[in-house]
Each structure stands twice: as structure tokens, then as C-alpha cells.
């Protein structure tokens, strides 16, 4: 089965500073990938970013970057240069060849003006 | 030049009623899906279909009935609905296969308030 954990229900943080969301995850696939989505009060799902589990590089988009240790299962957001705009709900999701994503329960992020 | 809509996005009905939420895409995907989404957010996976064949039925009463009438398109059938049936459903689109990163596209959402 396949797990996804984000421990943390909220994070605030200052505009402009960097944060970052945490996330693990479990799988027995050994192709697969992890995405964090974006929720604002719109309900609208937005992708932020994608990470493909064979590459060792991680994934970066613009402000958005990820700390992908596999090994430790572990998929973190780091967030640069926070904007108002970032304000919103993120969920960390576990995907692969078996079609379906296995969301976090995601977490609250607030941007302080 | 929406990618993936479903209509209704407001559904309010009462209990024992039959409804449906209409799900289209026009990515060229091959797998749509049914997610729903409780009160406290949380999203589980319900359904999944692949060129209109069924390849996921995640445990969800058979009071909830899928419809693929083409790869498009991806219907949502539920029969005497329930309090607990209240929540944002949303259905997604992705392109799978060895070569694709099986991103899923969704749709803006469907609010579904049983009373």
C-alpha cells in the first residue's frame, strides 16, 4: 500500500522569506513519481511541481524547488521569496504506474504581509 | 479552452435523490479519475478509467456508479444519496504510459451538499 504523511496541519510564514513543507512518503513501486499540488480557497488543484523518483536531480520551477531523499522517502517544498499569492492549502501526492495519486492530508500554509 | 470541466460545480439536493456530475476533458488523456474530497479536506482516489475501461474502484459503496461514454468524457451516477455523501468531488485527467509522468489535470470541482 502506499502511504503519504504531512505531520505539519499549518505553517505561516513572512512574505518574501522561504519556507518549506515537509512530506514522506511509502511505496514498494520502484517507478514512481511525487507531486505537490496547490489549493487555494478557489478549490481549484494547481501543480506546482514534479518529481520523477529515477532522477536524481530535484525538481525546480521558478520560486518552487523540492529536497527529494530517497532514501530516507522523503519529499520537501521549499518555497523562495514567499508571495501573498502563495497562501493556500498543499497537498504532497504519491503516484506511479497504477494510475492513481495518494494524496497527504496536505497543509495550511499563510503568508504574513 | 478549459482542460478538464465538470458541471455542475454546485450541487445541493436532498437525501434519497438520485444526481449526476458530468466530467469532460479535452487533453487528449487516455485515464480520468474521481477523487473525492471531505469536509476536512482529505482526497482519496474513487474510481479510474482507462480508454473507457474501469482500472480502479477504490472500496466506494456500489451506490456510486462511473460512466466513460468515451475517453473524454467520465460520468459520476449516485442513487439515494446520503449525508455523508456531502463533499467537493473533482475529476482528473492524466496521460499514461512508460514514456509520460502520469501528471493528472483537474477539474475545477463539483460542491455536493445532500440535506
Given at each position: 500500500?502506499?502511504?503519504?504523511?504531512?505531520?505539519?496541519?499549518e505553517?505561516s510564514?513572512?512574505?518574501?522569506?522561504?519556507?518549506?513543507?515537509?512530506?514522506?512518503?511509502?511505496?514498494?513501486e520502484?517507478?514512481?513519481?511525487?507531486?505537490?499540488?496547490?489549493?487555494?480557497?478557489?478549490?481549484?488543484?494547481?501543480?506546482?511541481?514534479?518529481?520523477?523518483?529515477y532522477?536524481?536531480?530535484?525538481?525546480?520551477?521558478?520560486?518552487?524547488?523540492?529536497?527529494?531523499?530517497?532514501?530516507?522517502?522523503?519529499?520537501s517544498?521549499?518555497?523562495s521569496?514567499?508571495?501573498?499569492?502563495?497562501?493556500?492549502?498543499?497537498?504532497?501526492?504519491?503516484?506511479?504506474?497504477?494510475s492513481?495519486?495518494?494524496?497527504?492530508?496536505?497543509?495550511?500554509?499563510?503568508?504574513r504581509? | 479552452?478549459t482542460a478538464?470541466?465538470?458541471?455542475?460545480?454546485?450541487?445541493?439536493?436532498?437525501?434519497?435523490?438520485?444526481?449526476?456530475i458530468?466530467?469532460?476533458?479535452?487533453?487528449?488523456?487516455?485515464?480520468?479519475?474521481?477523487?473525492?474530497?471531505d469536509s476536512k479536506?482529505?482526497?482519496?482516489?474513487?474510481f479510474?478509467?482507462?480508454?473507457?475501461?474501469?482500472?480502479?474502484?477504490?472500496?466506494?459503496?456500489?451506490?456510486?456508479?462511473p460512466?466513460?461514454?468515451?475517453?473524454?468524457?467520465?460520468?459520476?451516477?449516485?442513487?439515494?444519496?446520503?449525508?455523508?455523501?456531502?463533499?467537493?468531488?473533482?475529476?482528473?485527467?492524466?496521460?499514461?504510459?512508460?514514456?509520460?509522468?502520469?501528471?493528472?489535470?483537474?477539474?475545477?470541482?463539483?460542491?455536493?451538499t445532500?440535506?
Open positions: 500500500a502506499q502511504t503519504v504523511t504531512q505531520s505539519q496541519p505553517m510564514v513572512q512574505e518574501a522569506e522561504t519556507v518549506t513543507l515537509s512530506c514522506t512518503y511509502d511505496t514498494s520502484s517507478d514512481y513519481y511525487l507531486f505537490w499540488y496547490k489549493q487555494p480557497p478557489s478549490r481549484q488543484m494547481i501543480l506546482v511541481i514534479r518529481q520523477e523518483a532522477k536524481q536531480q530535484n525538481a525546480t520551477e521558478n520560486r518552487f524547488s523540492v529536497n527529494f531523499q530517497k532514501a530516507a522517502k522523503s519529499f517544498l521549499k518555497i521569496d514567499s508571495q501573498l499569492g502563495d497562501a493556500a492549502m498543499y497537498f504532497c501526492a504519491l503516484g506511479g504506474a497504477n492513481k495519486l495518494t494524496f497527504g492530508k496536505g497543509i495550511t500554509l499563510s503568508v504581509p | 479552452d478538464v470541466s465538470q458541471t455542475p460545480k454546485y450541487l445541493v439536493t436532498q437525501m434519497g435523490n438520485d444526481k449526476s458530468k466530467c469532460e476533458q479535452n487533453l487528449g488523456h487516455d485515464t480520468m479519475y474521481w477523487y473525492k474530497q479536506k482529505f482526497l482519496k482516489i474513487m479510474s478509467y482507462n480508454n473507457k475501461e474501469l482500472i480502479i474502484n477504490e472500496t466506494v459503496p456500489n451506490r456510486f456508479s460512466k466513460s461514454p468515451d475517453k473524454a468524457h467520465l460520468n459520476l451516477h449516485i442513487n439515494s444519496l446520503e449525508l455523508g455523501d456531502s463533499a467537493v468531488y473533482f475529476c482528473a485527467s492524466s496521460l499514461n504510459g512508460p514514456s509520460e509522468s502520469y501528471e493528472q489535470y483537474f477539474g475545477p470541482g463539483t460542491r455536493l445532500v440535506t
